[in-house]
T-cell receptor, first 116, second 118 residues
Framework: AQKITQTQPGMFVQEKEAVTLDCTYD???????LFWYKQPSSGEMIFLIY??????QNATEGRYSLNFQKARKSANLVISASQLGDSAMYFC?????????????FGSGTRLQVQP | EAGVTQFPSHSVIEKGQTVTLRCDPI?????LYWYRRVMGKEIKFLLH????????ESGMPNNRFLAERTGGTYSTLKVQPAELEDSGVYFC????????????????FGPGTRLLVL
């Protein structure tokens, strides 16, 4: 069974600094996708970035990048130049491809607080 | 383009009552998903529709939960009768259909319905 682990329940970062949110996963499926979502206090889940298991390069989207280490089964989210608006819950999620199931499996989330 | 919308945003009901949650996916999205997060736990998958058909309902907790997607557009999730442990946030998400180029098929989430069963 697939599993996502986010070991940091809460993180603090100073504005303008970079922060790394950890995510490790476990799956026996050789083909899978990894997603990060942001959930601000308003409650909506916002898609941030995606990494496919066969992608050769780490994904980047603006200030977000994904540090994908396949052998270690980790997919850490890096936010550069943190802004106050980055304060939110962040969820790592995975979807296996070969099973045909499209359900996402989520981690427990990390609450990030950006301090001025 | 409008995102995924959910109604109501909040619902407070008593144990034993019935509640119906509604989700309107992004226009043109064939795939519709329901998830929920109960207090202190992870977001869990409930079920997946492709158009009007239930593709995967392996996450539905029991037969008190009934999901429908008549006509392949909006979906409803009915809880009858509601129990205390059903309290939580119910999310709906949608993604593009199989006609699109294979890719991440990102699931776009709605704002959720916060359900409190007293």
């Amino acid at each position: 069974a697939q599993k996502i682990t986010q070991t940091q329940p809460g993180m603090f970062v100073q504005e303008k600094e970079a922060v790394t949110l950890d995510c490790t996963y476990d799956t026996s499926d050789p083909s899978y996708g990894l997603f990060w979502y942001k959930q601000p206090s308003s409650g909506e889940m916002i898609f941030l970035i995606y990494q496919g298991s066969y992608d050769q390069q780490n994904a980047t989207e603006g200030r977000y990048s994904l540090n994908f280490q396949k052998a270690r089964k980790s997919a850490n989210l890096v936010i550069s130049a943190s802004q106050l608006g980055d304060s939110a819950m962040y969820f790592c999620a995975m979807r296996e491809r070969d099973t045909g199931r499209r359900a996402l499996t989520f981690g427990s989330g990390t609450r990030l607080q950006v301090q001025p | 383009e409008a995102g995924v919308t959910q109604f109501p945003s909040h619902s407070v009901i008593e144990k034993g009552q019935t509640v119906t949650l509604r989700c309107d996916p992004i226009s043109g999205h064939d795939n519709l998903y329901w998830y929920r997060r109960v207090m202190g736990k992870e977001i869990k998958f409930l079920l997946h529709f492709v158009k009007e058909s239930k593709q995967d309902e392996s996450g539905m907790p029991n037969n008190r939960f009934l999901a429908e997607r008549t006509g392949g557009t909006y979906s409803t999730l009915k809880v009858q009768p509601a129990e205390l442990e059903d309290s939580g946030v119910y999310f709906c998400a949608s993604s593009q259909g199989p006609g699109m180029k294979e890719g991440p098929r990102v699931q776009y989430f709605g704002p959720g319905t916060r359900l409190l069963v007293l």
